[in-house]
């Protein structure tokens, strides 16, 4: 079985300030990843995923995310904090080996920008 | 670009009614999802769809039924709506194949009031 673990339910940054949200899983193989973003009353929209290949990938928005299989870790950085980037967070995992492929969602982070 | 649609964004229902969500999706993709969304709870699943008439539970089926009649069409049911039904639904699609990873593709999501 697959789970996805978001530390911490709330990240305060100031603007300007690097923003790093933590996402660990746990899986027998290795998993697709993904970020997705939720503005208020709104769907959640892809940020950036990780399949295979480079594990450093880059999203929309400035963001990115490295997949570090030794940590099981796909934390999601950006250097530079904006306003606009104030919304909730979700890492998600699918683990597609077997024919099994439904996304598994961690509860969330998130995310305040102060002036 | 995928376009998931949800028939209404914002419900509100009485106690005991029937209650309808239509999702429609453009891009043929054979998966299909409802989640309801909670705050401090995340994304937790309702239930899912492989192909046409096929459903399969999710993580919290209890109190809702799933139609799947054509391929672009996932319908939730609420049988009786109760107030512990109120939240936010979401409807997602999405495709496991050599070019799509499996990642959902998310509509606005319908927020149900049950008084």
């Known amino acids: 079985a697959q789970s996805v673990t978001q530390l911490g339910s709330h990240v305060s940054v100031s603007e300007g300030a690097l923003v790093l949200l933590r996402c660990n899983y746990s899986s027998s193989v290795p998993p697709y990843l993904f970020w997705y973003v939720q503005y208020p009353n709104q769907g959640l929209q892809l940020l950036l995923k990780?399949?295979?290949?480079?594990?450093l990938v880059k999203g929309i928005n400035g963001f990115e995310a490295e997949f570090k299989k030794s940590e099981t870790s796909f934390h999601l950085k950006k250097p530079s904090a904006h306003m606009s980037d104030a919304a909730e967070y979700f890492c998600a995992v699918i683990l597609v080996s077997g024919g099994s492929y439904i996304p598994t969602f961690g509860r969330g982070t998130s995310l305040i920008v102060h002036p | 670009d995928v376009k998931v649609t949800q028939s209404s964004r914002y419900l509100v229902k009485r106690t005991g009614e029937k209650v309808f969500l239509e999702c429609v999706q453009d891009m043929d993709h054979e998966n299909m999802f409802w989640y309801r969304q909670d705050p401090g709870l995340g994304l937790r699943l309702i239930y899912f769809?492989?192909?046409?008439?096929?459903?399969e539970k999710g993580d919290i089926p209890e109190g809702y039924s799933v139609s799947r009649e054509k391929k672009e069409r996932f319908s939730l049911i609420l049988e009786s709506a109760s107030t512990n039904q109120t939240s936010m639904y979401l409807c997602?699609?999405?495709?496991?194949?050599?070019?799509?990873?499996?990642?959902?593709?998310f509509g606005e999501g319908s927020r149900l009031t049950v008084l």
């Open positions: 990780y399949t295979t290949g480079a594990t």
């Open positions: 997602a699609s999405s495709s496991i194949s050599d070019r799509e990873s499996g990642e959902l593709f």
């Open positions: 769809s492989y192909d046409v008439k096929m459903k």
